[in-house]
C-alpha cells in the first residue's frame, strides 16, 4: 500500500490526489428548510417582478388614454393621475372600460376618470366603485362632477383617494 492511501487520499492514474470522505465531513448542500425557503423567495420574486410589469403596462395604457383625450380634460385626467398615484401609491394604473383607473392589490377598481367625451356629457366625472371605503353612513357619493381642478378640488381628491384606500 502506498503512503498516500495510508493518510486518506488516493492518487488516480495522473498522480493528482483527491481526500477520501469521512463520517465526519460536514453535510453537503441545503437543508430542506433552507430549499423552501429559497423557492418561496423566487416565488416572490416573480409575483413582484409581474406586478411591476403589470404596473408599467397600466400605467402606458392610462397614459396612452389620458393622451386621446382632448383639451382641457386631458390635462385634468394628467393632474388625476399625478394626484391619484401620490396619494396612493398601493393603487395600480389601468384601464378599465377604456377610461383611466386605479385598482387596488386585488386587482379590483377603486377609481376611475370619465371624460366627458366618452358619453358625450357636459362634464367629467371622478367615480368610486364599492371597493373604496367611503362608506358614511346610510347613503354616500361614488362620483362626483368636475369641470375644472383647483387647489380646493385636488384637496377634496387627495382625502378621497386616500380614504377610498383605507
Known sequence: MSEKKATGNRADARG????????????QGFTAEERAAMKERARELKAE???N???AHGESAV???IAEMPEPE???ARRLHEIITASAPTLSPKTWYGMPAYANQA????????????FDTRYAT??????ANLDEGAMWPTSFALKELT???EARIIELVRKAVS
Open 53 to 55: 410589469k403589470d404596473r
Open 151 to 153: 387647489a380646493t378640488e
Open 74 to 76: 386631458r390635462a385634468m
Open 107 to 118: 386587482g379590483k377598481v377603486v377609481c376611475f376618470f370619465q371624460s366627458a367625451q366618452k
Open 63 to 65: 397614459l396612452a388614454k
Open 126 to 131: 371622478l367615480g368610486f366603485t364599492d371597493a
Open 49 to 51: 417582478a409581474r406586478a
Open 16 to 27: 493528482s490526489q483527491k481526500p477520501t470522505t469521512t463520517a465526519s465531513a460536514a453535510p
